[in-house]
């Protein structure tokens, strides 16, 4: 399987595109009325134009292909102090525009391929993902731990390696190992069993999507654990009846969506296959009238939009040929595919929530800090960028946040502790499976 | 100091020994705390180049500063030590403004960022250099107030561009941005904290420079080489509700110079611009392209605000008789319907569109540049004429932009010049087609604001003897070892 994965050295063309003009250092909207917040994680908590948004990144990226910037321990770790959270990708309108997250991703690729990075905490998980396939350093019988309760209800979870079924529920590394983000599993499966759905998991079968390693630059493993999975995707097409991927987790759904599509056989090897994020899949069925819900929850709540599932999804429209503008022109921006008013949607419809905004949202939003590697890499610093959020969704009078991401989950959550707040974190399918009514009544 | 592409002439401060750097970041540690400073490349290189021609060079540190206590302790230190000090807000001027000349510490003031304050009632706003256009646009919507925000981008600082003589989208209305600083205070290069306007009197009054005598000039027009200004205040407008926007297009640049003139008699414009069709392109061509026959060289929009319905008649019968006077001079002047995202690009400041130099550099690799001049508007047309020889000469769009100041007939006229700064002979293009257009306006009266080094050098070789010796004096007098941005002046 070949794959395209663009080295620094082909962006070079984008690169030079980036006019330092710096408008994507900060989140604006005209409106009226306008709007205005900081955008960058890295360039909220470390000030120097280098850290901040594109700007930054595209100078490291001129100074690393110009030779002007030999590698040193301060550049690696300012290239890998970084969300890739495309915040700034947001705000640019240059040509470069559809090309940031993956020019930052580049100087990382360089990074690693010429045996310099990642940054040590990033070592242990790829080494763990060689060893495990995950990067929690997670026994394969692990990642089942979360389905014994449905077992023991008499409601064990359909094992696809056994059986067939039209739906792969794609648990993800963070919800099966990291146990503070289990919930999100849980109630994912509860919900698509209170549906009546036939659908199935690969249990200890499931590998890495590989998000974690193309993230911070180890293309080779990423290609590893994401052929494998393409692989078994086919598989599960061909002999198990799959037609539809859902995946609760931002980050999976992300890689196996836009960063598969780099490898030349994904037309093929998906053709039948849809992959959708849960809160697409239920937010279609609320559409349809389909969803159920009973009782209330009286909360007021906001929602974080998480990187992955909002602008990463982006489809930039490029004057390729130069038919329009000129070649390599950058058109316009199609967001339709970005889950901005789904979870919305859900919020609004379960009865007895409060829905309260928080000003930077959807193609706006801040990241929580935990993305690009940097929960790994820098934990203290995710943990003082998601507790700014947090105390962002405190200030609109939320009692909770919801997002829909397991990793944004589990920082948020680790923000929360770090300023004492109150405010509890949970995923989207937690209120939707506390309210559900079940296909059966229940 | 480090150079990256070019010999320097200049003595400079030569921050190469290690032991050197180790002591000086001790120091400066100590003012601004560890995580506020630094010597390490990466981090200087980012501030080592701009949108312009100008050469790159690195500073020998970065250092951000929080307060005007911290600013005033570095001062004192790097004028002790004889080290340069640079101040950068955004970086995102286009004449290599903040590039270090002789190296030294670059002084970053983005986490200055507070607005100080806004007086809704006294329409008087009072903000640290840091605020950008886009936080102060935001926070005076909210009492429905503006400022004269230019076509930057919407990151830059509104201090950095009102003390460097910026223009707005109030100009025609209110003058330029610097004309609409109330107060100030600055750190002087010897570190004492000083206050002109009413703010020096009573600390809390920052509504006027008048009567007192201008000490504001000391600072504004000087290219941060006499201080760092950490506070201004400003004056605020009310956000009139209606807007119509007035546009022509006219053959050549006599014509429309004719109907710019008409209409400023009358003084109804928020903004009075004049675009060359290259300028109105989507990107500015590079190299440059002959225009289609038949296409208007120059069009222009006349942007108005009105309180009432009957404020907006009475502006557009005004602009009626104008276009009807000049088409009685049997001028080309047309009525032209001007493209919509480009008026929304003019009129919807601040823009990221127009910000983000989408329009010009597309196609140019990066680089953008420009002859910016003050001018009086009588020689705008021969200048234009001679400057559209010369850019198409050098293979360079004459992308020009002529806009008319309060009430007078003097107002910008420049070219956005794009190139391609990857290749070095394309870059030195620019600037030699740049230079040679100065020259021009400087024959004719204009003058060059935010001046590159370059052209500073053009003005000083026509200044009479007296004004020179006096800015030596008065910089010498604020600045003794001139240590704040040095060279800069070319003095």
């Known amino acids: 399987m070949d794959w395209k994965i663009a080295e620094l050295k082909e962006l070079e063309d984008k690169i030079w595109r980036c006019t330092a003009c710096g408008t994507c250092k900060i989140a604006y909207d005209y409106g009226p009325p306008p709007t205005f917040g900081e955008i960058c994680p890295a360039g909220t908590e470390f000030g120097f134009e280098g850290f901040m948004a594109s700007k930054g990144k595209i100078a490291f990226a001129r100074g690393i292909l110009s030779g002007e910037l030999p590698w040193d321990e301060e550049l690696l770790e300012a290239i890998y102090k970084c969300t890739v959270c495309a915040g700034c990708q947001n705000q640019c309108q240059l040509d470069h525009k559809p090309f940031i997250p993956e020019i930052i991703e580049a100087m990382r690729r360089k990074a690693v391929e010429e045996g310099v990075g990642p940054m040590p905490l990033h070592k242990n998980l790829l080494q763990s993902m060689k060893n495990y396939n995950n990067p929690y350093q997670g026994p394969r019988r692990?990642?089942?731990?979360?389905?014994?309760?449905?077992?023991?209800?008499?409601?064990?979870?359909?094992?696809?390696?056994?059986?067939?079924?039209?739906?792969?529920?794609?648990v993800g590394c963070t919800g099966a190992f990291n146990t503070a983000a289990r919930a999100v599993p849980t109630s994912t499966a509860s919900i698509f069993q209170k549906l009546g759905m036939d659908f199935g998991i690969l249990g200890e079968n499931e590998i890495c999507c590989g998000s974690t390693a193309m993230r911070v630059g180890d293309s080779e493993e990423f290609k590893r654990v994401a052929t494998k999975n393409l692989e078994t995707f086919k598989w599960l097409r061909d002999e198990r009846g799959v037609k539809t991927i859902i995946s609760s987790c931002a980050g999976c759904y992300r890689a196996i969506k836009k960063d598969y599509s780099l490898s030349s056989e994904y037309d093929k090897v998906m053709e039948g296959i849809e992959v959708v994020h849960t809160a697409?899949?239920?937010?279609?069925?609320?559409?349809?009238?389909?969803?159920?819900?009973?009782?209330?929850?009286?909360?007021?709540?906001?929602?974080?939009?998480?990187?992955?599932?909002?602008?990463?999804?982006?489809?930039f429209i490029i004057d390729h040929e130069g038919k329009e503008l000129w070649k390599g022109a950058y058109l316009d921006v199609d967001q339709s595919e970005c889950l901005y008013e789904q979870p919305r949607d859900l919020l609004k419809a379960i009865p007895g929530i409060e829905f309260l905004e928080m000003k930077r949202n959807r193609a706006n939003s801040f990241c929580c800090g935990g993305g690009g590697g940097v929960m790994t890499g820098f934990g203290d610093w995710a943990r003082k960028n998601a507790s700014l959020r947090v105390q962002e969704?405190?200030?609109?009078?939320?009692?909770?946040?919801?997002?829909?991401?397991?990793?944004?989950?589990?920082n948020l959550n680790e923000g929360a502790k770090r300023i004492g707040s109150q405010v509890q974190v949970h995923d989207l399918t937690e209120l939707v499976d506390q309210v559900l009514v079940g296909c059966d009544g229940d | 100091m480090s150079e990256l592409s070019s010999p320097q002439k200049e003595p400079v401060f030569a921050a190469t020994d290690v032991g050197k750097v180790d002591s000086v970041l001790r120091e400066l540690s100590k003012i601004v705390g560890e995580s506020n400073c630094t010597a390490a490349r990466h981090i200087r290189y980012a501030y080592s180049y701009d949108l312009s021609f100008v050469k790159p060079k690195l500073p020998d540190y970065v250092v951000m500063a929080e307060t005007v206590e911290q600013i005033q302790g570095l001062l004192r230190f790097a004028?002790?030590?004889?080290?340069?000090?640079?101040?950068?807000?955004?970086?995102?001027?286009?004449?290599?403004?903040?590039?270090?000349?002789?190296?030294?510490?670059?002084?970053?003031?983005?986490?200055?960022?507070?607005?100080?304050?806004?007086?809704?009632?006294a329409h008087v706003a009072v903000i640290e250099p840091g605020v950008s256009h886009a936080k102060l646009a935001d926070a005076l919507y909210k009492h429905k107030l503006r400022f004269g925000w230019p076509v930057g981008p919407p990151s830059a600082s509104v201090l950095a561009c009102a003390v460097s003589h910026g223009i707005g989208g109030l100009n025609a209305r209110y003058g330029l941005n610097s004309q609409e600083i109330t107060s100030m205070e600055v750190v002087l290069p010897t570190?004492?904290?000083?206050?002109?306007?009413?703010?020096?009197?009573r600390h809390d009054a920052w509504h006027s420079c008048l009567p007192l005598p201008q000490l504001d000039g000391l600072f504004k027009g000087w290219l941060g080489s006499t201080g760092v200004v950490t506070k201004i205040g400003i004056s605020v407008h009310p956000i009139p509700p209606l807007l119509k926007v007035f546009t022509v297009s006219c053959d050549n640049v006599e014509d429309i110079y004719s109907y710019m003139l008409n209409l400023s008699n009358y003084e109804i414009?928020?903004?009075?611009?004049?675009?060359?069709?290259?300028?109105?392109?989507?990107?500015?061509?590079?190299?440059?392209?002959?225009?289609?026959?038949?296409?208007?060289?120059?069009?222009?929009?006349?942007?108005?605000?009105?309180?009432?319905?009957?404020?907006?008649?009475?502006?557009?019968?005004?602009?009626?008789?104008?276009?009807e006077e000049e088409q009685k001079k049997k001028t080309s002047i047309k009525r032209t319907v001007y493209p919509e995202e480009a008026l929304r690009g003019r009129t919807q400041l601040p823009s990221q569109v127009v910000g983000s130099t989408k329009n010009y550099c597309k196609q140019g690799g990066a680089g953008i540049s420009w002859p910016g001049t003050f001018t009086p508007a009588k020689v705008w047309a021969p200048v234009y004429n001679k400057w559209r020889e010369i850019l198409i000469g050098h293979n360079l769009s004459p992308s020009v932009r002529m806009s008319m100041y309060r009430g007078v007939h003097y107002g910008m006229l420049r070219a956005m010049i794009p190139f391609n700064k990857q290749n070095a002979e394309e870059t030195e293009n620019a600037r030699r087609a740049i230079v040679e257009c100065l020259k021009v306006d400087l024959e004719a009266g204009g003058?060059?604001?935010?001046?590159?080094?370059?052209?500073?050098?053009?003005?000083?070789?026509?200044?009479?003897?007296?004004?020179?010796?006096?800015?030596?004096?008065?910089?010498?007098?604020?600045?003794?070892?001139?240590?704040?941005?040095?060279?800069?002046?070319?003095?």
């Open chain 2, 447 to 491: 003058i060059p604001y935010k001046p590159p080094i370059d052209f500073a050098n053009e003005i000083n070789q026509r200044a009479s003897p007296g004004y020179l010796d006096l800015l030596r004096r008065v910089k010498k007098f604020l600045d003794p070892n001139d240590i704040m941005n040095p060279g800069k002046l070319g003095i």
């Open chain 2, 269 to 323: 414009c928020d903004d009075l611009t004049a675009v060359s069709w290259w300028l109105a392109q989507v990107p500015i061509p590079y190299p440059f392209k002959p225009k289609p026959d038949g296409a208007p060289e120059w069009f222009s929009f006349a942007t108005t605000t009105s309180w009432t319905e009957k404020e907006r008649e009475a502006r557009t019968e005004i602009w009626e008789t104008v276009f």
């Open chain 1, 393 to 410: 969704g405190m200030d609109t009078g939320a009692e909770r946040i919801v997002s829909i991401c397991p990793f944004c989950h589990f």
């Open chain 2, 191 to 201: 570190g004492e904290l000083v206050r002109v306007g009413s703010c020096a009197i």
């Open chain 2, 79 to 121: 004028n002790k030590e004889k080290i340069p000090v640079v101040p950068y807000t955004a970086g995102t001027n286009i004449g290599g403004l903040t590039i270090p000349e002789r190296g030294g510490i670059l002084l970053d003031l983005k986490k200055m960022n507070k607005i100080v304050d806004i007086d809704p009632e």
């Open chain 1, 280 to 315: 697409d899949y239920l937010s279609r069925l609320h559409k349809e009238g389909k969803l159920k819900f009973r009782g209330e929850l009286p909360w007021k709540v906001t929602y974080h939009d998480p990187c992955h599932t909002g602008r990463h999804l982006n489809k």
């Open chain 1, 142 to 170: 692990v990642r089942t731990d979360w389905t014994r309760p449905f077992k023991k209800a008499g409601k064990p979870i359909k094992d696809l390696n056994k059986e067939p079924a039209p739906v792969l529920f794609f």
